[in-house]
């Protein structure tokens, strides 16, 4: 399509970033008036600083985010909290999401990024929203459980938050690929080696066992983590598993829950559901092996004669 191109004149840049600023006031004006409208902003409003990335001159994205929110914040004033709490952390979002296209990092690594961006922006929104409106989304979120449970509630708060911002970022991504799909995009490039996914999983599981012992609330953050790499992995192993993986994988499902059920009362009860990273392991040593004997095989053949 002509219009997803690269733009290099001024005249051009400043009119495209013009009418994505006045598209995401419009939408801002939108959810002011209809609430629900808000999901639709989520979405949305992440293309344009997306666009801008993907499209213009690095240097003009910032001027971009900071100009989308200031039209925005110049026809919605009365609405501030959504614009602090919806808006301008989905430009920031779209904007890094284009960033990384442009840069052509591969989607794994960049969403991972993306997720944990989210999560500091929507933690830092929700500093913000306690000093200005004296509103506290953790008090909210303790006591949608029994007083029994709210120690528990206080530990998976920030793996919450994460999948929060995971879901969030995919949701982003699905749609970004979706409205860009006609859009010319180079190939990313593979500048990492295919062990990486491993390496991060691995440094994730031993932030589990170690905050384990220290912070049950970083734990099951780390734990978070360690899904996302492990899931990543099976991805990218399981097209490739020969037939007879399959049985060591069902093993490993049995004697996970075997393990769950003769170590879950030993642990503390706030921090017995890390144990649900058992099978992730074993998955992740089947995925290893597979991915071990898939590259011996490749130098194999090459080694024919």
Known sequence: MHFLRARERP????????????????LALLSAFFPAATAFLMLVVPLSSAFIAMTCPLKALPLFVLSA??????V????????????????????????????????????????????ALFLLTLLL??????????????????????????????????SYSLAQTLLTHLFTRLVFSKMKRQEPLDRLKPF????????????????????????????????YWVLVTCVK????????????????IFISILIFAAFFSAIPEDKGLLLTGVP????????????????????????EP
């Open 11 to 26: 005249a051009e840049i400043i009119a495209v970033m013009a009418l994505f600023s006045a598209l995401d006031a419009a």
């Open 69 to 74: 929110f200031g039209t925005s914040l110049a």
């Open 76 to 119: 919605s004033f009365f609405d501030f909290q959504t614009l602090l709490f919806y808006l301008l952390p989905a430009l920031i979002i779209g904007a890094a999401y284009g960033l990384f296209e442009r840069l052509r990092v591969p989607s794994i690594y960049h969403l991972f990024l993306e997720a944990i961006l989210a999560m």
């Open 129 to 162: 929203g306690k000093g200005i409106y004296g509103i506290s989304f953790y008090d909210l979120f303790l006591q949608a459980a029994s007083p029994e449970k709210q120690a528990y509630m206080s530990h998976v708060f920030l793996l919450f938050c994460y």
């Open 196 to 227: 990486w996914p491993y390496l991060f999983a691995s440094v994730s599981l031993i932030g589990i066992i170690g905050c384990s012992f220290v912070s049950a609330g970083f734990a099951y953050l780390f734990l978070g983590f360690f899904f």
């Open 237 to 252: 192993e399981m097209p490739t598993q020969p037939k007879w993986m399959l049985a060591p994988e069902i093993a490993s």
């Open 280 to 303: 992730f392991a074993f998955f992740l040593a089947i995925n290893a092996i597979n991915g071990a004997l898939r590259v011996k095989r490749a130098r194999h053949k090459i080694n």
